[in-house]
Each structure stands twice: as C-alpha cells, then as structure tokens.
C-alpha cells in the first residue's frame, strides 16, 4: 500500500482507481486537460458532456487503448502504466464500448468468449469446449439476472439481450471498474431499465461503473456522483444529491462554469 492518499479521499479508504492531472492531445487538438479524479469499489458515477467533450477519450485511456500525453494512473495506490488494453484488464478493468463489438453471426456464448475462447483436448487436437462455453455464459446472464440464452445467436437479439452479452463478457476477468460508453444509444426504453437494473447489480457486488450517457434520467436513477467534462476540462465532480438535472445541462453548455 502507498503511504501517497489523498487528503479528501483518507475518510473513505483507497480509491480503486486515480487519475491525476491526466492530458491527452492529437496533434493540436487538447482532447483531455489537466483531469483528476477518484473512483472506488462499487462506485456508481455518471461521466456527462457534450459531442467532442473528452469522454471517450478518457475511457480509452482508462482501458489502455491509449497512451496519455501526461499524467499518472494509481491503482489502489499504486502507479500503473497501461499500454494495451490487456494490462487494463488484468488489473480489473473492462469496458463495454457504444458499438458492443458483438458477432452477429455468432451465439451469445461464444460472444461472451470472444478471444478468450475455451479449449479442451491437447496439442494439434484442441478443440473449442463450447459446452463449457454454454454453461458458464448461461450461469453469467443468470447472474445478471438476463433472459438472454447462451446459444441464441446474436443476430436474432434484442438490444438489452446484447447488451447483457456485452456486459456478461466484462464478467468473465472479474471486473473491478467496468467502463460504459453510452451503452443505451442504440436500444429502446424497455430495455434501457434492463440496463440500468445490471447498473444496479454490479454496483451491489462491489464493481464501480462509470457510466457515460446523454440521457439525463438514466444517470439521475443511477449514479452516486457526476463529473462533467467541458471541452477535455472537468467542470463538476460531486454528489448527484447535490446536483439537478439544470445544473448539470448549465454545466455541459456552458452556461454555468463550474459547479
Ligand atoms: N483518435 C483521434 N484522433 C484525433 N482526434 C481525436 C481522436 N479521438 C478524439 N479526438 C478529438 O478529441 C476530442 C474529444 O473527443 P472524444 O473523446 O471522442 O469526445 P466525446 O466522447 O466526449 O464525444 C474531439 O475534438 C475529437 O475530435
Ligand atoms: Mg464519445
């Protein structure tokens, strides 16, 4: 354990994750300035700003798809240094990305295992284990409390059931922080509350989510704190008790610098 805390973060114990003074620049363009902030185990924190805010951008740096232009990462104290999205994961880090980056032509299961296929059998004759694969994935969306069934293929989905494959597949590592880039775009009401009721189970196993999302009631029902990033900036970082939905509009325009 490092004897570095920070002095607002001592009352609550170690955050999970830290980012201090974060930077993050494409050539002229200041995608990311100057951002700090803590997340801790089970946190439930909304990350709002406009088109071209920076949040995405944080996300991959936090996932370790890229490198930051300056700036350090702690976790549980300690420095890390993520320089491919394996090192993220293996330290507990994953995230579901706007897109989910599903195969449709595949059946959840074997989506749920992507890359991390399960083998049986030896040398030359290792073979996919794809009834080990059905079983896990099955006890996984169970778990999420899913209806999705491990062998349906993808294609034939709802957005909600894939999401639970994107989101099931975070659970394979087990996740720590899992990261959300605005995973309720693409999919209708009834299935953002099955969304947002995974939220809620993760959080009460212990896992911190950051979730980014335009829609505003989405965020109030379920975070703990919100940061607002304006133009690579944070602008707000507090309670969502102690904010409203105005205040945080005012804050992603514009109108109320900082909050
Ligand atoms: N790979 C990249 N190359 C160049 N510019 C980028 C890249 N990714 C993001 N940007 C720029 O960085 C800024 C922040 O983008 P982004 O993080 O995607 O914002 P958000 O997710 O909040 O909409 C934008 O000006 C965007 O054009
Ligand atoms: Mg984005």
């Not at 069934?149 to 894939?162: A, F, I, K, N, T």
């Not at 975070?170 to 899992?178: G, P, V, Y």
């Not at 507090?238 to 610098?257: D, F, H, R």
Request: include cysteine; aromatic fraction near 6%.
């Amino acid at each position: 354990m490092s004897t570095e805390t920070h002095q607002e973060d001592c009352a609550l114990g170690e955050p999970f994750l830290e980012l201090r003074c974060i930077h993050k620049h494409f050539g002229a363009i200041q995608a990311v300035k100057s951002v700090s902030f803590t997340i801790s185990p089970g946190e439930v924190i909304g990350l709002m700003g406009d088109n071209g805010a920076g949040k995405s951008t944080l996300v991959n740096i936090m996932a370790g798809n890229y490198p930051p232009s300056g700036g350090e990462i702690y976790m549980e104290g300690k420095r890390v240094h993520f320089s491919k999205p394996v090192h993220a994961r293996k330290n507990g880090i994953e995230v579901v990305y706007q897109d989910l980056a599903l195969c449709d032509h595949l059946s959840a299961a074997h989506n749920v295992f992507l890359g991390q296929e399960l083998k049986k059998g030896f040398g030359p004759f290792r073979i996919l284990d794809s009834e080990t694969m059905y079983t896990v994935a099955g006890d996984l969306f169970r778990e999420l409390k899913s209806e999705t069934r491990p062998r349906d293929l993808v294609r034939e989905m709802s957005g909600g059931q894939r999401q639970a494959v994107a989101i099931a597949r975070t659970r394979l590592n087990s996740a720590r922080l899992i990261l959300m880039d605005e995973p309720t775009a693409a999919i209708s009401v009834r299935q953002v509350s099955e969304v947002m009721e995974l939220i809620k189970r993760l959080q009460h196993d212990g896992i911190a989510v950051l979730l980014i999302s335009h829609r505003m009631p989405d965020v109030f029902a379920v975070s703990e704190r919100i940061i607002v990033l304006r133009r690579g900036q944070i602008v707000a970082d507090k309670p969502i008790a102690c904010s409203s939905p105005e205040e945080v509009t005012g804050l992603i325009t514009g109108a109320i610098e900082r909050a």
